[in-house]
Structure formats: structure tokens, C-alpha cells
């Protein structure tokens, strides 16, 4: 039996002569559990050691049966070895946990139930440190933040710190995808699988799953700090607010015309005054460099020069010039998202090429207006479903290739697809994929498009057009064809309309035989 034998005082547990304490933290290894679920192998109610914590960060025990028992998503207490009250101490000035010891160093003036350099042992702790202790009366006290250090043996290990929950906000040590170094995420699941942390923007948008080694949590500073950056982007005050005196800015609209005289469409100007009052034209942005002094521009018309990670920018390029980088897959006036800047250089994700390389000079902001429409999320594929490749960017497979999805994670590329004869695979993300149907399948399968007929194929006759035959009678395809129009059949030399395909010509065994035969003699 691995559960252990335990005397139960008034306050402790005790094993073998160790005291331990109920304690609101994580279980970690050198403490006890007490079950408080149903299983079969663990009875509900005794205690057990904790033997190891999982790569999840799970306690493990050993059951009744003697084997190793995951405490993954069950009910247990955990009870903390209770610290000597001999020996050589060091007083740290932190948050206590409960069992833990601590001095009172700064005792408040108008506390009278005990003095500086009283020790107890912790009870219970409250959201803002303080901390409640039961004195010599036997009462329950409370004791400020202020007031009291920790006591810790002088070779006492630093605590282990709380395991990461939903709620915690965290950054990532290595980015990927829609995941980026230097980003504050908040968690928004926790699971047991090796990938345990989902992770969502603060304003609440999916980024992506990761393990616990690429998390760190963030300090109250770098939470605060994203948080006002958010409030910033997402006011609802005056929208002039956005622009800053002396910020270059282009016009794109109402240029020529009064009150922006002098101001042509697609230049760029300074900004003068950005709340300018008052104007016989509204809330307007005063601005200046144009042919007269000053012109006056609404928020709208204006498109800021300041390209950020996440801007919405459009691939600008002078008519008869090429990009620095080439164009790849991209076409001049394309619209995408920055997801990196290094230097004078971004990386743009553009609808027909992700982490395209272009200058910051190659790219101009894209105003609200100018976004493209937000589209709605495409359905994920499923195991077992079929597709086509669209990209054969960095992958072993051909752009084109109709793939089987065998497996389906929680990667940055998530999905497995294998080709139909299973000779080579790949890993995809949504987006590189598109659905299609069985019939495509089916054609895909013999190496042809839907409804391409090669002579010799026997098929059914679906419309005669007034040849001697009848709807459904099997006929001999006579030239080959790639559509699903009129099919000349060996029959008779006339063109009918075919409804299916019945046996492919490379697998009719009458002519395999004739190969056979030709081959022989």
C-alpha cells in the first residue's frame, strides 16, 4: 500500500515524526497529498507522497497497486513540511506562504498583542500579503505586510514559484508564428499535453499554443505598460488624437479643394496642429508644406508614416522598378500585415505570400477605410479529409498535389498531409490548404482531372443527341477529352454526352492482355 500512516493534532500532520501543514500552493516534490477524489486506486480521503512532477507540471504518487499515479484534474490538499524552529535563520522581506515562519520586525503602533522579534507560523495568507497567525490566546491575528519578514534556514532553497495558470499574463522566449518575442500574452487554457499553454492576445485575438520552457511571466510593469498601449490603440476619443504635432503624415483624399488648397492627393506633409479649433469644417488636423501655409485635413484623410509590427500596409512601387527583394508571389498594390521589422526592412504577410521581405521605403500605411474586410475563419480540416496544396514554398510537395490530412496537432504547421500513394508528406498550415470533394478525389487518384476521358475508357451514355443508343449503355471513348461535353464513342463515331466514368483505360484487362501479347512476340 503506498498510502502513508498519519497521526492528525490539532494543527499538523505528522509521518514518522515530520511535521507537515496544509499549504495553498502547487504540490512539489518532498511534500504530501491528501486525496480528496474517487478512484479505484487511490482511496479518497488518505495520504501519499509526491514522488515526481510531470513535464506538465503534474504531481505524481504511488496508488494502492504500486504504480504511478498522475494527479492530473483530481481534487487533493497538499500538506508542506513544517520548517524547523532550530538553527540559523535569515529574515526575507516577501509574501509568506501558509506554514511557513515569520519574525515580526516592524510591529504598528497601536498593535499591543505582541512585539517586535515575536515569531509564528502562518495560517493563511490574503490577497494583499497580510497574513493571519494564532497567538499565545489562542486567537486568530492578523498581521500586516508591514509588520512581519520570513524566516528561511540560511541553506534554504528559494521557494519554487506557482506554477503558470489561466489568467497569468506571460511573454515567449522564442517566437513563431502569430507568437512574437517581447509580447505580453495572456493565458487563456491550460491543458496536460506537452504543449499545455493557449495564448491570446490581450485584446483577445487566438495567437497560439506553447510549452512551458518558451513562457516566462510577465512583471506587474511589463502588464501595466501593454495594457495602456491597448487602451491607446483602442480609445474611442477624438481620433485626432492619434496624430502628433510635428508627425509626417499623407494626404490621400481632398486634396485641391477647399480647405486643403494648394494640397495634393499622395504627398506627404507635416502636421502642425492636431486639434485644431475652431474650423468652419469640423474636427480637423491643421498641417503644413503644401503651395499655402496651412491646410486642414480630417483624421480620414490622412495616413500616418509610422509603420509598427501589425500595421496594415499596401507594397508601393514606382512604375518600371523592381523591389529590392524581387516579387516573389506578390504583385505591386498588395495589401498586408507586418509581423517583423528589422532596421529599414519588414516582413509583410500578403494573402498570396507569408514573411514577404520588403523596405520600409517599398511600403505605405493603409488607412481603415483602404483595409480589406475581415473574412470569416475558414473551417479546420479534419483527419481524414482531403485537400490541395497551394504553396509549394519550403515543402516537398508540389504545389497542386491533392493530399489525404492523416494527423492533425497543435503545431505552427498543424496539419500532416500525405499524397494518395503515399509516397511523400508534408506539414501545412490552414491557410496553404484548400478543400476537395470525393469526385476529385476519384479522378486524382488515376493521375487526371475531373472528367477528363482518354480513349478507350469505358463509360455510360447520359444524353444520345439522337445517336442509335440508350441513356446509360456502355460505350468505348473514342478521342481523348477534357471536359464533360460531347465525348466521340468508337461505337458509331458520334459525340453523346457522358454521365461517369466506368473503367479507366489503363485498367481494362483486354488490353493489358494485348500488351502482354505484343510484348511476347
Known amino acids: 500500500m503506498a498510502k502513508l500512516n498519519v497521526t492528525v493534532p490539532a494543527v499538523d500532520v505528522e509521518v514518522n515524526g515530520v511535521k507537515y501543514r496544509k499549504v495553498d500552493r502547487d504540490a512539489q516534490v518532498g511534500d504530501i497529498i491528501r486525496y480528496m477524489d474517487d478512484s479505484d486506486y487511490v482511496t479518497k480521503g488518505a495520504f501519499y507522497a509526491v514522488t515526481r512532477i510531470d513535464g506538465a507540471d503534474d504531481p505524481q504518487i504511488v496508488d494502492n497497486d504500486g504504480d504511478e499515479h498522475d494527479l492530473c484534474g483530481e481534487e487533493f490538499e497538499v500538506y508542506a513540511k513544517v520548517s524547523e524552529t532550530t538553527g540559523e535563520y535569515r529574515e526575507v522581506k516577501r509574501w509568506a506562504e501558509p506554514g511557513e515562519r515569520i519574525r515580526i520586525v ?7 498583542r505582541y512585539e517586535n522579534g515575536a515569531e509564528f507560523v502562518v495560517d493563511s495568507v490574503d490577497g494583499d500579503g497580510d497574513v493571519r497567525v494564532t497567538a499565545k490566546s489562542g486567537y486568530s491575528v492578523l498581521v500586516l505586510l508591514s509588520e512581519y519578514a520570513v524566516l528561511e534556514h540560511a541553506t534554504a532553497k528559494e521557494p519554487a514559484p506557482r506554477r503558470l495558470t489561466v489568467g497569468d499574463y506571460v511573454k ?26 493557449r495564448l491570446e492576445e490581450i485584446n483577445g485575438a487566438r495567437a497560439g499554443w506553447k510549452v512551458g520552457h518558451e513562457v516566462v511571466r510577465a512583471t506587474d510593469e511589463e502588464v501595466a505598460d501593454a495594457k495602456r498601449k491597448l487602451a491607446a490603440e483602442t480609445t474611442t476619443a477624438d481620433p485626432r488624437s492619434q496624430f502628433a504635432k510635428g508627425e509626417k503624415v499623407r494626404l490621400i483624399s481632398g486634396g485641391g479643394e477647399y480647405p486643403l488648397n494648394g494640397y495634393d492627393n499622395g504627398e506627404i506633409y507635416e502636421v502642425d496642429t492636431p486639434l485644431y479649433e475652431p474650423h468652419d469644417h469640423g474636427a480637423v488636423i491643421q498641417i ?18 509610422t509603420i509598427e509590427v501589425g500595421s496594415t500596409v499596401r507594397l508601393t512601387i514606382e512604375e518600371g522598378k523592381t523591389p529590392r527583394y524581387k516579387w516573389g508571389k506578390v504583385s505591386n498594390g498588395a495589401i498586408g500585415t507586418v509581423t517583423n521589422i528589422d532596421g529599414t526592412s519588414a516582413y509583410v504577410n500578403f494573402p498570396n505570400q507569408r514573411w514577404w521581405h520588403a523596405l520600409l521605403s517599398e511600403l505605405t500605411l493603409v488607412t481603415d477605410g483602404e483595409k480589406p ?5 475558414p473551417v479546420r480540416f479534419k483527419v481524414g479529409e482531403y485537400a490541395r ?9 508540389p504545389k497542386g498535389s491533392i ?15 500525405v499524397l494518395l500513394d503515399d509516397s511523400d508528406f508534408d506539414f501545412y498550415c490552414q491557410d496553404e490548404l484548400e478543400r476537395v470533394d470525393v469526385e476529385t478525389v476519384k479522378w486524382a487518384m488515376i493521375g487526371r482531372e475531373v ?47 457522358v454521365s461517369s466514368l466506368v473503367t479507366p483505360v489503363e485498367q481494362r484487362f483486354d488490353r493489358m492482355e494485348l500488351e502482354a501479347t505484343k510484348a511476347a512476340a
Open 288 to 305: 503644413v508644406g503644401g503651395d499655402i501655409p496651412y491646410g486642414y485635413a480630417k483624421p480620414e484623410q490622412l495616413a500616418k508614416l
Open 373 to 377: 474586410q475581415p473574412q470569416p475563419e
Open 403 to 417: 493530399v489525404k490530412i492523416t494527423r492533425v496537432d497543435s503545431d505552427s504547421r498543424p496539419f500532416r498531409a
Open 451 to 497: 472528367n477528363e476521358f482518354k480513349a478507350g475508357d469505358i463509360v455510360t451514355v447520359d444524353k444520345p443527341y439522337g445517336a442509335p443508343l440508350e441513356r446509360g449503355q456502355l460505350v468505348t471513348v473514342r478521342h481523348d477529352s477534357d471536359s464533360a461535353g460531347s465525348v466521340s464513342v468508337t461505337e458509331i463515331g458520334w459525340s453523346v454526352s
Open 389 to 397: 496544396t497551394l504553396t509549394d514554398v519550403c515543402r516537398d510537395l
Open 172 to 197: 515567449v522566449t522564442r517566437g513563431n508564428g502569430r507568437v512574437h518575442v517581447g509580447v505580453v500574452y495572456v493565458i487563456a487554457e491550460v491543458d496536460s499535453s506537452d504543449i499545455p499553454y
Open 106 to 112: 516592524n510591529k504598528d503602533s497601536v498593535e499591543d
